[in-house]
């Protein structure tokens, strides 16, 4: 027998096939060549299949048993399908256009009722039904593209209600073309035809085509609902496109991004676990697979399948990923219901399948009893038996078990494959889990809101099996940490709800897996002594643990750390005696560091309770001057306490000059050669933000900042030599009772800027950028030195105000989140590279209100860039935009991506005051207007000519933020902000944001101005058209139309390469007779010829204008008489009423 080949460790789950349904199929005499069946579906409770004879077979899955037989005169029946609102209702379609839905009567063991027949699709061949989720409708589509829908009245209220109330057919829309799939979610009804697909808002009656490229066959469109741990996050559509590829959309019917999986559907299929044959891999790598997918499905928590003549695939299209692809031959339709798939095949036959995570598919053959099939699939694949996830699914005496009832003369090669499996994998059972499950079995652990773990020790315990196995082997840290992910990885959803990473964390009964483990200097040989020496080191371990609970930022891990190092430094002793004289001299030794802790902190605790006194004063509380007079009093004790002391600049000034010296002469020169081509457009620019719209501005700042880095990093260097390090935990114990107050008044230093203040440093530098740039570095040391008295909330948020300028207090920030995150269970996930599992442990931790989520942040965004901004908008507004505007400030353009999506996440109703909220302080409306306007966004020199108006149809072309841009401006601002934003959209050609602007500012007649230069009718005569409101503007209106069409036609004719936007048609143009023509339907031919020839336009006019004005007065005519008509009819009405 040959080696059986491996599969790679990517591939986590397959298909299983566990039951043959044939005999069920041959029970309901569907498997003769004259009956067979027709279609399928399926729910939690039944099983639906209908026949070519009319027949509905309705099996209840629970043992396949409880069968209810429907029958049908009009016809073989061509759908079927299941409410999931409600299962006792089934809908029907037959060969004939009829749609019939049964009320069952299950639950109430009466006998099923047909309780609507519709004939709205009669002699149409019926090719999709779908029920609501959340009342009972159904809605049925065709093959010439009728979509209806059918309303259900519950009879549960009684038959007499039911039968007296039938709601009428209601006909939904009709598409181009014959109806491939219908999908309904959250109130939106998915329509996929053969050429495109749309989506329906059924309770406001609206309609959207996804996308704008048309396809051509049978291509499926699915909801793919959010998990319930997102939020308001909502949910997103999948459409199939030609090539294998699909479109992810928005649920606003807006098309995100286009995934391809032709190229990852080259490897070679997975086998399927079936009973009748063992598996086979062939490994040699197939071409690529351009295939159309006929239908997509939603299945579990984050997978879409689709199914073609060649096999079923599955994706994970949020990770552009191929989780499977198995051959299955000869596929008509599949059902789906969580993660099992019954597939209906052309000859009529059914299978069962599940898909199941390989080591629970191997977990169910052995219980089964097939040992040579689950000694097959466990050495196809190894990569994901040997995985931390699948240890306690299979253990090592299970595998160990296995092998045993292997047949040694038939089966030596996958006996000896199996062997080769065991030895990689290291037994549960070792000396370091007995270890740690000895230790559970004595203790409990609770996480506190600070992070703090409490241990709560079992007095009563007696259990001295458990302590049989305790010994003094220690772990590493390390092996701890990973031991504790892969008991966080093992257990995953059970096996009905199958999702390849959704991951439930399930410890055993017996024992409390934490990141660290309580290191015993103790051994016994004896159950009974070590049972007595767990007591005792449990309970030092509590007493101390209780003096360090007041510590609010103090990392469990690092304390356990330094306890280790204390306790490791004693000897270990076999006796009972000499473990516990060890034990009371550590006691002693705390005991007796604890008055010198004291000792220290007694005038730091003077100090504080003095300043608190004098900030109750409001005389000082509200004087500035005061105020820094006693922060800085105490912030002297404090640097005394503690021994950190603020860097001196006195030997370093002359060098940080000369530097600033020599990159302010380097960026002079950059500056000059940037700007001599891009001089005239900065002239139309507001002077206040030619920072944030020239490109050289930028690279500026990004100078500054590497300036303000080297002079910190310099600094960091100098205090580096004398030993210091960061400031993340506290360097001794600190009572609860005054943490409280350091904590208030540090962060009180910070948010004050304190520790800037001393004479010292203000006088050794007159130089207002230089005093400036020392600020910066002294805010980077006070951080790192008193890290751990800092509110992290308000530090972020002072840093955001005060320090936006400097990256360099931004980034020392984060490097102290990063040191206390150090140890949490993502890190070990960041170094996977699957940014879906990443993003789904951050949400599974949560809620978060705090700001450690932000080193998180940084790391994924440091590691996947771009693709990783989008994901966090589910984190807000634990993660603000302007927390993202610090992480992306070297790429404003992918803040700029996240900031719309958290925008269009919210629904229209709710943005604008979701902006609005954003903007705090309201100098980032400019700066994000600038922004916008600036990325993704046309040429300027396609918008604006060289004298700085608009050039003809510009207003046409795509802005990509273009909703972001309108928002902004639509916010109530000032007269200056205003002013401002007009300028900004004028000096780069958004014209719908500049007329808007200058409506607002009552700017009339620069909005005239502009709009007969757009040469655009529709932005005076049209919905949001703007209308001259008297006769000046009229006038005006008419002598600009004037001499801009005879400028424009000369210009026209000397330049024939002038770029037009949108159509050439001139009765769209502004001409004086076209304004000529509005005005007239505005006050009338006869009051507008007068104003003409005062103007002396009359000659500028047409035959058709003066048709027009006959028109119009004829209708005028008309329309008078017909009032008048009116009014005499109701003045009679309403006389023979009195009469």
């Known amino acids: 027998m040959t080696s059986v080949p491996m599969i790679p460790e990517s591939y986590s789950h397959v298909l299983a096939e566990f039951e043959c349904l044939d005999p069920l199929l041959s029970a309901l005499r569907l498997d003769s060549s004259r009956l067979k069946c027709t279609c399928i579906a399926v729910s939690r409770k039944w099983l639906a299949l209908g026949s070519s004879g009319g027949g509905l077979n309705l099996i209840q899955k629970d043992g396949w048993k409880q069968r209810l037989f429907l029958t049908h005169k009009e016809g073989a029946i061509s759908r079927v399908a299941c409410s999931l609102y409600d299962e006792d209702y089934v809908a029907v379609a037959t060969s004939q256009g009829l749609v019939v839905v049964w009320e069952l009567n299950h639950e109430r063991r009466g006998k099923p009722e047909r309780i609507y027949v519709s004939t709205e699709h ?88 996804i996308g704008n490229k048309e396809r051509d066959g049978e291509y499926g469109a699915c909801f793919f609902p959010v998990g319930k741990n997102c939020g308001n996050q909502q949910p997103l559509i999948y459409c199939a496109r030609p090539g294998s590829r699909m479109w992810e959309v928005n649920f606003e019917g807006e098309v995100l991004s286009t995934h391809q999986f032709k190229q990852l559907l080259s490897s070679p299929p997975l086998p399927v676990i079936t009973l009748r044959m063992d598996p086979q891999y062939n490994t040699s790598i197939c071409s690529y697979q351009s295939l159309p997918f006929p239908k997509l499905l939603y299945l579990t928590e984050h997978c879409v399948m689709t199914w073609t003549e060649r096999g079923i695939y599955v994706f994970i299209p949020q990770n552009v990923q191929v989780l499977l692809w198995s051959e299955v031959k000869d596929i008509q339709d599949i059902a789906v219901y969580r993660n099992e798939l019954f597939c209906l095949h052309t000859n009529g036959k059914v299978s069962h399948f599940s898909l199941l995570l390989v080591e629970r598919c191997v977990e169910r053959l052995l219980r089964r009893g097939f040992w040579s099939l689950g000694a097959r699939v466990c050495c196809l694949f190894q990569n994901s038996i ?36 065991i030895s990689k994998l290291e037994p549960l059972d070792s000396a370091c889990s007995s270890r740690r499950s000895s230790i559970s079995s004595h203790e409990s652990f609770s996480v506190l809101d600070s992070g703090i773990y409490r241990v709560i020790s079992r007095r009563g315990s007696q259990s001295d099996e458990d302590s049989c196995s305790l010994n003094s082997q220690t772990l590493s840290e390390d092996e701890r940490l990973k031991e504790f992910t ?31 483990s309580i290191p015993l200097s103790f051994r016994s040989p004896s159950p009974l002594v070590s049972l007595q020496a767990v ?26 750390k330094q306890e280790m190092k204390e306790e490791e430094s004693h000897e270990v002793t076999a006796s009972t005696a000499a473990c516990s004289q060890d034990e009371d001299e550590n006691e002693v030794e705390v005991v007796q560091s604890q008055p010198q802790e004291e ?11 003095e300043a608190i006194n004098k900030l109750q004063d409001p005389l000082v509380l509200l004087e500035p001057r005061c105020l820094r007079e006693v922060l800085q009093e105490w912030f002297l004790c404090l640097e005394e306490t503690f021994g950190f002391k603020e860097p001196s600049f006195s030997d370093d000034c002359l060098s940080i000059k000369k530097d600033k010296n020599v990159l302010a002469e380097e960026q002079s020169e950059i500056l000059e050669e940037n700007t001599e081509p891009d ?33 910190h990093e310099n600094d960091a260097d100098s205090k ?58 002294l805010a980077c040391q006070f951080i790192k030195d008193y890290f751990f008295l800092l509110d992290l909330k308000r530090l972020k948020r002072c840093i955001t105000i005060n320090y936006a300028n400097s990256p360099g207090v931004w980034e020392t920030y984060i490097e102290g989140l990063k040191e206390l995150t150090h140890a949490s269970p993502v890190i070990l996930a960041m170094k996977n590279g699957d940014m879906l599992k990443i993003l789904k442990l951050l949400n599974d931790l949560g809620p978060w209100d705090s700001p450690l989520l932000l080193a998180h942040a940084q790391r994924l965004y440091e590691k996947f860039g771009e693709t990783a901004v989008r994901p966090l908008i589910k984190f807000y507004p634990s993660i603000l935009p302007s927390d993202i505007m610090q992480l992306c400030r070297h790429h404003p353009a992918h803040f700029l991506a996240y900031l719309d999506s958290l925008i269009k996440s919210k629904p229209e109703d709710e943005r604008s005051s979701l902006l609005r909220s954003l903007l705090q302080p309201e100098a980032l409306r400019l700066d994000w207007l600038c922004l916008a306007v600036s990325h993704d966004a046309p040429q300027r020199t396609n918008t604006v000519d060289s004298e700085g108006n608009p050039r003809p149809r510009s207003h046409f072309f795509t802005w ?55 040469d655009d009718m529709n932005l005076l005569d049209g919905e949001h058209g703007l209308i001259p409101e008297t006769l000046e503007e009229w006038k005006f209106l008419l002598h600009l139309a004037h001499s801009h069409s005879t400028d424009f036609h000369y210009h026209g004719a000397q330049n024939g390469s002038a770029i037009t936007n949108g159509s050439a048609n001139w009765s769209n143009c502004i001409t004086v007779e076209n304004i000529a023509l509005l005005l007239a339907k505005v006050i009338g031919p006869d009051h507008a010829l007068p104003i003409l020839q005062e103007c002396g336009l009359t000659a500028e006019l047409s035959e058709r204008f003066t048709k027009i004005c006959e028109i119009l007065r004829i209708a005028e005519k008309r329309q008078r008489a017909l009032i008048q008509s009116m009014l005499e009819r109701c003045d009679r009405f309403l006389w023979s009423q009195q009469a």
């Not at 029920?131 to 009245?153: M, Q, Y």
């Not at 008991?487 to 096996?495: G, S």
């Not at 962060?747 to 440093?761: D, M």
């Not at 007329?995 to 009552?1002: A, G, K, N, R, T």
Request: charged fraction near 25%; glycine fraction near 6%; charge should be negative.
């Open 122 to 209: 009669k002699g149409k061949k019926i090719t999709a039904l779908c029920w609501d989720t959340a009342t009972l409708r159904v809605f049925v589509g065709d093959h010439v593209g009728k979509v209806s829908a059918i309303k259900i009245n519950m009879s549960k209220q009684g038959k007499a209600a039911a039968a007296f109330v039938m709601f009428p057919v209601q006909v939904i829309t009709t598409v181009d073309s014959r109806v491939v799939q219908l999908d309904y979610l959250d109130g939106r009804l998915l329509i996929s035809s053969l050429t495109r697909s749309y989506l329906c808002d059924t309770e406001r009656e609206k309609f959207w085509k």
């Open 386 to 421: 040997i995985s931390c996830r699948a240890r306690k699914i299979l253990p090592l005496d299970r595998l160990e078990h296995l092998k045993s009832q292997l047949d040694l003369s038939t089966q030596s090669d996958v006996i000896s494959q199996l062997e080769e499996l």
């Open 486 to 516: 892969a008991h966080q990885e093992e257990e995953q959803v059970e096996l009905d709800n199958v999702s390849h990473a959704s991951v439930v964390v399930e410890t055993d009964r017996n024992e409390t897996f934490l990141p660290f």
């Open 535 to 560: 007591k005792e080191s449990v309970s030092s371990f509590v007493r101390k643990t209780t003096e360090k609970i007041g510590t609010l930022h103090m990392n469990p891990d690092v304390r356990v």
């Open 599 to 609: 000792d220290r902190l007694s005038d730091l605790k003077v100090a504080t309770i």
């Open 679 to 711: 001089q005239h457009s900065e002239d139309h620019v507001g002077k206040g933000h030619t920072g944030v719209l020239q490109e050289n501005t930028g690279q500026d700042q990004t100078n500054k900042a590497h300036f303000g880095r080297e002079v």
């Open 720 to 777: 580096g030599a004398s030993g210091h390090v960061f400031q993340v935990y506290p360097p001794c114990l600190i009572a609860q009772d005054i943490q409280k107050d350091l904590v208030e008044l540090t962060t009180l230093c910070f948010e004050l800027n304190v520790f800037a203040c001393k004479e010292g440093n203000a006088k050794e530098s007159s130089e207002q950028d230089l005093q400036l740039t020392i600020s910066w570095v």
């Open 960 to 1014: 990509g933020y273009s909703q972001l841009i309108l928002l902004l401006i639509k916010l109530p601002a000032d007269f200056v902000t205003k002013e401002r934003m007009a300028d900004i959209c004028k000096s780069y050609g958004f014209w719908p944001g500049y007329l808007s602007v200058c409506l607002e500012l009552d700017r009339r007649i620069e909005a005239f101005t502009n709009i007969v230069h757009l």
